[in-house]
């Protein structure tokens, strides 16, 4: 790995921190509306079960995809784990923040 400086780092940890946050948004907001959408039919047209189950799925399985993509060291590429206000990276034990 070339060396990146401190400040490209930070800027680069925070540009996938923003996404990562964006996608989890918008991954609760489709389950949820899923759930909405079963439990109160007719709000916003009537879709069976299975269907509801498939797209709730579906969104989990590309928020998953997005996050082992995205959610990554910008230094060494190591997965971050769950912590979304990670302080560094425990691979490299470069500081993020
Ligand atoms: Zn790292």
Redesign the pocket.
């Known amino acids: 790995m070339q060396k990146k400086n401190y400040e490209q780092i930070k800027q680069e940890f925070h540009q996938r921190q923003t996404y990562q946050i964006i996608a989890i948004a918008i991954a609760l907001f489709v389950v949820m509306l899923c759930a909405v959408m079963y439990k109160r039919p007719g709000v916003l047209g009537e879709y069976s079960k299975a269907s509801l189950f498939s797209v709730q799925i579906a969104t989990i399985a590309v928020f998953l995809i997005f996050t082992a993509y995205n959610w ?7 997965s ?1 784990g769950a912590d979304i206000n990670k302080r ?7 500081r993020l923040r």
């Open positions: 990554r060291c910008p230094v060494c590429s190591k971050l560094g990276c425990k691979k490299c034990k470069t």
